[in-house]
């Protein structure tokens, strides 16, 4: 296993967490355009899949859009 070249805080989590929150907060307000009433805790949930793991519901979606750009070029 690598060695970080930072050593991991509690600060340096926190801020990650809160990228990974605004990314899927962002997702949910994109989705929620497509799904007028829906409610935005409802998309939240089919998004992440009621999963507690921000960091694996992050690269879930990330994963699943180099895919489906990928489809798209070629």
């Known amino acids: 296993m690598a ?6 805080t509690d600060e340096r989590v926190n801020a990650i967490r809160e990228e990974i ?3 899927i907060a962002a997702r949910v307000e994109n989705e929620a355009k497509a799904c ?3 409610p ?10 009621g999963s ?5 519901v992050y690269l879930e979606l990330k994963a699943g859009d180099a ?8």
């Open 52 to 56: 507690d793991c921000r960091c694996a």
């Open 36 to 38: 007028p009433g829906v």
């Open 40 to 49: 935005p805790g409802v998309i939240r949930n089919l998004i992440t899949r």
């Open 21 to 23: 929150d605004a990314f």
């Open 3 to 8: 060695l970080l070249n930072r050593p991991l």
């Open 67 to 74: 895919a489906a750009a990928h489809k798209g070029v070629a």
